[in-house]
């Protein structure tokens, strides 16, 4: 699943493995973009602007069904899913500041905010745990990675893992079996992905 900017506007697309054409997902006038599966391939979440500003929607494949999750006057985008398929992780812009948040991929519970800190907090990703989250974050004064534990949610028990000045990390994605993290740094002048061994 990806994004495709043509003719003016940006939809989600779907490319079968092994398929030249891809298929048009969605077909609204308003932007969406930066999908996400859902763990057993049946959804897929993504932002979209076509409630006037950007919220959260998710896409029934099975049903062809739609359904809006988010309903803020902020921005809200980039999702992610819980290993288990029952939540959503996502950047929101409110109050002038970027936190993260989550809720029910169902819509049924929440917001909840995970961080409070005014620096930015963006680029979510959940662990295959199910009980940390990965993030970009400002409040060293340049973009690092942190992970959060959801058992000790607290901007003071967030721990920045990369801590690195000089660097500009983004998009953490984990491995399936939790012990890496993988990030994308282009402060060398060229872009580079790296990954990161994770301890206990």
């Not at 739609?66 to 996502?90: C, E, H, K, M």
């Not at 990703?125 to 970009?136: K, L, M, N, V």
């Not at 890496?180 to 994770?198: E, K, M, R, T, V």
């Amino acid at each position: 699943a990806f994004t495709l900017h043509a003719n003016g506007n940006s939809d989600i697309y779907l490319l079968p493995v092994g398929k030249a054409e891809p298929l048009r997902l969605t077909s609204h006038p308003a932007e969406d973009r930066e999908p996400a599966w859902s763990p057993d391939g049946r959804e897929i979440a993504f932002s979209s602007r076509r409630s006037g500003d950007w919220e959260i929607y998710v896409y029934n494949l099975p049903y062809g069904e739609l359904r809006q999750i988010t309903n803020s006057a902020g921005f809200d985008g980039n999702p992610a899913w819980s290993p288990d398929g029952q939540w959503l992780v996502y950047e929101s812009y409110r109050n002038q500041n970027m936190d993260i948040y989550i809720m029910r991929a169902n819509g049924s519970d929440g917001p909840y905010r995970l961080t409070e800190n005014p620096a930015l907090d963006y680029d979510p990703s959940w662990a295959p745990d199910g009980r940390h989250i990965a993030f970009i974050s400002w409040r060293g004064g340049n973009p690092d990675i942190f992970m959060l534990s959801l058992d000790q949610v607290s901007d003071t028990t967030a721990v920045n893992i990369t801590n690195a000045p000089d660097a500009q990390e983004a998009n953490p994605a984990f491995s399936p079996n939790g012990r890496f993290l993988a990030y994308y740094d282009d402060s060398s002048g060229f872009p580079l992905l790296s990954a990161l061994p994770l301890d206990d």
